[in-house]
C-alpha cells in the first residue's frame, strides 16, 4: 500500500513556474514508476510525465516536453514535477500515482493516486 499527497498547485501567470511535490508513504518506495497526470474540467484524466523506479528513465508527452521535467528521491520518497513556460492550457487538476508496472503512462495501470492539487495558469 501506499499513500501520496501533493502540493505545490496554485495560481500562476503565463510563462511562470510552478514546482509540483507528491510525498509518499508506505512500503517500498523506490520500486514503483511514478507517474503525473492532469484532468481540466470536463476532460478526460491525462498522462504528462513519468519516471522510472531509478529515476534513470523519464517520458513525457509532446504537449508538455522540453517545458515539464519529472524527478525524484528515494530517500525523501518524493517525486517532483517541475513545470516552466506555463500556458492556460495547462490548467488542471494535476495528480500523482504509483505504478508496479514498468514506465507506464496508461491511467488504468496506476494503482495508486492522490488527491490532486489544482494549477491555474491565467493569461
Known amino acids: 500500500q501506499v499513500q501520496l499527497v501533493e502540493s505545490g498547485g496554485g495560481l500562476v501567470q503565463t510563462g511562470g513556474s510552478l514546482r509540483l511535490a507528491c510525498a509518499a508513504s508506505?512500503?517500498?518506495?523506490?520500486?514503483?514508476?511514478m507517474g503525473w497526470f492532469r484532468q481540466a474540467s470536463g476532460k478526460e484524466r491525462e498522462f504528462v510525465a513519468v519516471?522510472?523506479?531509478?529515476?534513470?528513465?523519464?517520458d513525457n508527452p509532446d504537449s508538455v516536453k522540453g517545458r515539464f521535467t519529472i524527478s525524484r528521491d528515494n530517500v525523501k520518497n518524493t517525486v517532483y514535477l517541475q513545470m516552466n513556460s506555463l500556458k492556460p492550457e495547462d490548467t488542471a487538476v494535476y495528480y500523482c500515482?504509483?505504478?508496479?508496472?514498468?514506465?507506464?503512462?496508461?491511467?488504468?495501470?496506476?494503482?495508486?493516486w492522490g488527491q490532486g492539487t489544482q494549477v491555474t495558469v491565467s493569461s
Open positions: 500515482a504509483a505504478s508496479k508496472v514498468v514506465h507506464t503512462t496508461r491511467v488504468n495501470e496506476y494503482a495508486y
Open positions: 508506505g512500503r517500498r518506495f523506490s520500486t514503483y514508476s
Open positions: 519516471i522510472s523506479w531509478s529515476g534513470a528513465s523519464t
